[in-house]
């Protein structure tokens, strides 16, 4: 009987979902409702308005938190404890289920596209409203990333070094630029080639790329044997020097 019971109220409930706009969305708020109903009385170690001896603590309210997700954005009303405090898991797991997401962000605002535009593509994929301070969060994590490439320790020999200079244009205090990137492309010992350095300077020239060599040795480049370049007369100065 109990089953027949359950039974009919699940397809109660999917046929309300259905007649929803968005059902999957619908369904999506639903569960994360009862999901956060079931770890918040095994957490209190009783269900909400009833009565037990074996209560550990009690509800107090609850707290609005925007929840973006894939389907869109959710607004959930997390139900607050008096000790012990209350974050869904589903929450505490989002910076890894939702990386999809902030990876667009990130791959949009490489590319240089505007926060308002970032705006547009995060309301075709369900997000509302991110703002120019959410990008910016959102794209530190590159900056790390960039960071702990520049300056990671050289542990291989690398005994060929290709050098070259690229000019590109790069937002710089408001203005766009041209700059000089200067790029490293080591050879180890097994042939393999990788790249050591990718650093941008205003223009070609001796003291940068003095300065650049002086940054791979801090950071263990050794035993170099051959270097190949262009005949740049500062990049030629600056290997013989270093």
């Not at 797991?93 to 535009?117: D, F, M, P, Y």
């Not at 990333?145 to 244009?169: C, N, S």
Request: charge should be neutral.
């Amino acid at each position: 009987m109990t089953k027949t019971k359950d039974s009919t109220f699940f397809e109660n409930k999917l046929l309300d979902f259905i007649a929803e706009p968005d059902p999957l969305y619908s369904m999506m708020q639903w569960l994360t409702e009862q999901l956060m109903e079931i770890e918040v009385s095994k957490k209190a170690n009783a269900q909400k308005g009833i009565h037990s001896s074996e209560r550990k603590t009690y509800r107090c309210g609850t707290r609005l938190r925007r929840f973006d997700t894939r389907l869109g954005t959710m607004y959930l009303l997390i139900p607050k404890l008096r000790e012990g405090g209350y974050i869904p898991f589903f929450v505490t797991e989002k910076r890894r289920s939702e990386q999809a997401l902030i990876e667009v962000v990130q791959e949009a605002w490489i590319n240089g596209i505007s926060t308002r535009k970032i705006d547009r593509l995060a309301k075709s994929l369900g997000i509302e409203n991110i703002s120019a301070s959410q990008v910016s969060e959102i794209s530190k994590g590159l900056d790390d990333m960039v960071t702990e490439f520049r300056t990671r320790t050289l542990e291989e020999e690398y005994p060929v070094l290709w050098i070259d200079a690229l000019y590109e244009k790069i937002r710089d205090q408001d203005r766009c630029q041209n700059k000089a990137i200067m790029v490293v492309k080591g050879i180890n010992l097994q042939g393999m080639p990788q790249i050591l350095a990718i650093e941008p300077f205003n223009e070609e020239s001796e003291e940068n790329y003095v300065s650049l060599f002086a940054s791979l040795k801090d950071r263990g480049l050794k035993k170099v044997w051959l270097c190949v370049s262009d005949a740049h007369r500062g990049l030629q100065n600056a290997i013989r020097k270093e």
